[in-house]
């Protein structure tokens, strides 16, 4: 992969949270990248450290127990993790975006909707008011909110859920940013909604030609967003491979459980397949493959190191002793 060609790279990556007792590994030595144009997808179960890691990308991880022990995030060439607040500052909301989990709490309720969008328009440019309100009816008629006008003089309490997202989507694009990142955008709402908000993001991304990181543990959302996935537990990464190609040939033990686990339409037995175990707390964590306690592959190796990558294909690496001898 040329240079030309990778909008973000992530470089060893070590997120840690510091306390009395321990030093807490939630992203631990995680490595991946972004392409121009492209959608990422970036998958695992809750406290995997998907979300810690896509929000390390411009320090929203914050607090004085955090620690940003190493690595490199790359934004067009500028080390990130290297930013002062203020140059961070700039970036945010312009050239990084970001669409946070829960609607319901993500936008201010002491303010319309059209003060929270003029503020993200604003920051970051030199336009006048009426401009600025002009952008944002555009950009609610994009996310197919009925009404704009009227919708600008709108409290966020008055919205469903759906209509919030709708709001948060057409604020992460009204800057034309370069990068998007999308924490689980449609955890809290039904299918029919999310099925018409994944929908509409496509379609948005493909007519700004942003890159995007879409973070879920909803395999069936990624199949349909996804042209490339990362897989992730326990703080680090476990595959890395297309989308396409991860469904036909999964390699990773976790991976493989997450793939079977998922409902299907030809589903004929009386009960899915399951993942034995629980995801290890931050504070106990095992040493070497964090998922050997719970792999019917696991050796002794698994319990003590880290795998190297193998890759199984030009664009398709896994993490796991398995393909290295290990599992033995």
Request: hydrophobic share 35%; glycine share 8%.
């Amino acid at each position: 992969m040329s240079e030309q060609e990778t909008l973000l790279s992530i470089r060893n990556l070590k997120t840690y949270f510091v306390t009395d007792e321990a030093v807490l590994k939630a992203v631990d030595d995680v490595s991946f990248e972004v392409k121009k144009g492209e959608t990422l997808g970036v998958v695992g179960e809750s406290g995997c450290g998907k979300s810690v890691s896509c929000m390390s990308i411009v320090k929203l991880v914050q607090g004085g127990n955090v620690k940003y022990e190493g690595g490199q995030i790359l934004f067009e060439g500028r080390d990130t993790l290297q930013m002062t607040e203020k140059e961070l500052r700039k970036i945010r909301g312009k050239d990084i975006s970001i669409i946070f989990q829960e609607p319901m709490t993500a936008l201010n309720p002491l303010y319309t909707i059209g003060d929270q969008m003029k503020e993200a328009l604003k920051n970051h440019q030199k336009i006048s008011d009426r401009q600025a309100r002009e952008r944002c009816v555009e950009y609610l008629k994009k996310v197919k909110i009925p009404m704009p006008e009227e919708m600008m003089f709108r409290y966020p309490f008055s919205l469903s859920g759906g209509m919030r997202q709708r709001v948060m989507i057409a604020m992460a694009l009204i800057t034309s940013p370069k990068l998007i990142i999308a924490d689980e955008p449609t955890t809290a709402l039904d299918v029919t909604i999310q099925a018409q908000i994944l929908d509409l993001m496509n379609a948005l991304k493909e007519e700004t030609g942003s890159s995007c990181i879409f973070i879920t543990h909803d395999l069936g959302v990624i199949s349909e967003m996804a042209d490339r996935v990362v897989v992730m537990y326990g703080g680090k990464v476990c595959e890395v491979s297309p989308t396409d190609e991860l469904f036909e040939h999964a390699a990773h033990p976790y991976t493989l459980g997450l793939i079977h686990s998922r409902p299907r339409a030809d589903f004929e037995g009386d009960r899915l397949e399951v993942i034995p175990g629980n995801v290890p707390s931050l504070n106990d964590k095992p040493e070497g493959c964090p998922f050997h306690p719970r792999c019917r592959y696991a050796g002794k190796k698994c319990e003590k190191e880290f795998p190297e990558a193998a890759l199984l294909s030009e664009e398709h690496k896994v993490f796991c002793w398995k393909y290295c001898g290990g599992c033995e």
